[in-house]
């Protein structure tokens, strides 16, 4: 595309505390461990290839290449602007902000700044497959205990390592409960809850002949990223697994 009819499109720099980058307005910029901006170089979990960012037209995108981990858009306050999710894309529609992605054990955070010279050039939000809203964690209905409870149960050994690849099944999830003698209970109360959450988190919710790919990593990523499942709710795990043990003991 000429320089003509990329005319508006803005200046946008992004770096870490030892790098800083221009976005080149042709081809595409890579972040990851082999990109142009080179994250967790020494992380073996690290994509060599984590995002892409292209110009589109007079706009920039912003692409997350991962097929496993979900990436953060922040802004003042580390308020999560936008959550982008595995394989998927976003127009930048912000002049200053932060790129924020937990890999394994580690979170890698960019700093980025696009030079809008006028408010009225910045991007309009629009419905986006991949997008939330930007509200603050408090502005999220909270979840109930037994809804925390099974959220906390797959994330389990998440909570200790970081790494979303480590979500249980919801075979071991069960297990872990106490559940194991009634293995769908965990999926039908697993489906209720992608229901609740399914205008705020989307792929959580298709059709009975097909289920969204992935929907339990990323209600897992959703409610951990969100604060509103913590590492305190596996004391509710706990007491249920107890509770089963016990019951089973009485009978």
Excluded at 106 to 125: F, N, W
Aim: proline share 4%; with cysteine.
């Amino acid at each position: 595309m000429s320089t003509e009819s990329r005319r508006n499109l803005p200046k946008f720099e992004i770096g870490t505390v030892t790098q800083l980058h221009e976005v080149p307005d042709s081809g595409v910029f890579s972040i990851g461990r082999l990109g142009d901006l080179a994250i967790g170089e020494d992380d073996r979990l690290m994509h060599r290839t984590l995002l892409e960012i292209t110009a589109v037209g007079d706009d920039w995108q912003i692409t997350n290449c991962s097929p496993h981990y979900r990436v953060n858009i922040l802004g003042d306050n580390d308020l999560v602007l936008h959550s982008l999710l595995p394989q998927t894309a976003t127009r930048v529609r912000w002049e200053d902000f932060l790129i924020s992605v937990s890999v394994g054990g580690k979170t890698y955070v960019m700093d980025a700044h696009v030079d809008y010279l006028d408010v009225e050039d910045i991007p309009e939000d629009e419905d986006d497959e991949s997008s939330l809203s930007p509200v603050e964690t408090t502005d999220l209905d909270p979840l109930d205990a037994p809804q925390r409870m099974i959220i906390a149960a797959l994330a389990s050994k998440v909570f200790q390592s970081g790494d979303y690849g480590q979500i249980l099944k919801t075979s071991e999830a069960s297990q872990l409960l106490g559940w194991s003698a009634n293995p769908k209970r965990l999926e039908r109360k697993l489906d209720r809850l992608c229901h609740h959450l399914r205008d705020l988190v989307p792929g959580l919710v298709g059709s009975k002949e097909n289920l969204p790919r992935n929907r339990k990593v990323t209600l897992v990523q959703f409610c951990l990223d969100s604060n509103l499942v913590t590492i305190d709710d596996l004391k509710l795990v706990e007491a249920e697994r107890k509770s089963c043990m016990a019951n089973k003991k009485d009978s």
